[in-house]
Nanobody, 128 residues
Framework: QVQLVESGGGSVQAGDSLRLSCAAS????????VGWFRQAPGKEREFVAA????????YFADAVEGRFTASRDNSQNTVYLQMNSLKLEDTALYHC?????????????????????WGQGTEVTVSS
């Protein structure tokens, strides 16, 4: 079992930046790819970003490409989502999720169904 705790959310203005953190505990000796998902009120959960165990491979949803980056520090069991140039439509509850993998290069999937463990989420509110 792996427990995930997100932090770093908050209320910001459009154009600002935030860095979300996803701290893992528990069975962290296994390799996990980590995905970020978000869910806005009244909308379905959507994929945002994913990062491989090695940290070398990342990919992003079109809506955030070029504005968001992902990184990780496995020595701290923490994954980060740097969000720049935030837009009103980025307002959502952001979750990180871990998928057990057997290749350090595999960055995880776009479907939330692939992920084994989830955090409770951190709220991001962007206002004009």
């Amino acid at each position: 079992q792996v427990q995930l705790v997100e932090s770093g959310g908050g209320s910001v203005q459009a154009g600002d930046s935030l860095r979300l953190s996803c701290a893992a505990s528990g069975r962290t000796s296994d390799m996990y790819a980590v995905g970020w998902f978000r869910q806005a009120p009244g909308k379905e959960r959507e994929f945002v970003a994913a990062i491989s165990w090695s940290g070398h491979n990342t990919y992003f949803a079109d809506a955030v490409e070029g504005r968001f980056t992902a990184s990780r520090d496995n020595s701290q069991n923490t994954v980060y989502l740097q969000m720049n140039s935030l837009k009103l439509e980025d307002t959502a509850l952001y979750h990180c999720a871990a998928e057990r993998v057997y290749s350090p290069a595999y960055a995880g999937g776009r479907s939330w169904l692939e992920y084994d463990f989830w955090g409770q989420g951190t709220e991001v509110t962007v206002s004009s």
